[in-house]
Nanobody, 124 residues
Framework: QVQLVESGGGLVQAGNSLRLSCAAS????????MGWFRQAPGKEREFVAV????????IYADSVKGRFTISRDNAKKMVYLQMNSLKPEDTAVYYC?????????????????WGQGTQVTVSS
């Protein structure tokens, strides 16, 4: 069992940065691929980034590539999403998720555990 708690969201102006954090509980955190997803009002949940259990594989959505960076600290059971050059279209609730079975899944259906989400609002 893994419990996930996101933090770090807020209101920022376009062009600025935020760092989201996801704190995990559970003994086997280092075995899980960790992903970030987001959901804007009226839209489906979409993939943002994923990192493999070792950190050796990272995948990003085209919309955030070059602006966002995912990282993890297995000793601290933490996953981070550094978001730079934020745009109004990045506004959404951001969720972290954990998956035990795949190396770096991009589909939300692959994930076993989800956090409650943190709101990110980017003003123009």
């Amino acid at each position: 069992q893994v419990q996930l708690v996101e933090s770090g969201g807020g209101l920022v102006q376009a062009g600025n940065s935020l760092r989201l954090s996801c704190a995990a509980s559970g003994r086997t955190f280092s075995n899980y691929a960790m992903g970030w997803f987001r959901q804007a009002p009226g839209k489906e949940r979409e993939f943002v980034a994923v990192i493999s259990w070792s950190g050796g594989t990272t995948i990003y959505a085209d919309s955030v590539k070059g602006r966002f960076t995912i990282s993890r600290d297995n000793a601290k059971k933490m996953v981070y999403l550094q978001m730079n050059s934020l745009k109004p279209e990045d506004t959404a609730v951001y969720y972290c998720a954990a998956d035990l079975t795949e190396v770096a899944p991009v589909s939300p259906r692959s994930y076993d555990y989800w956090g409650q989400g943190t709101q990110v609002t980017v003003s123009s």
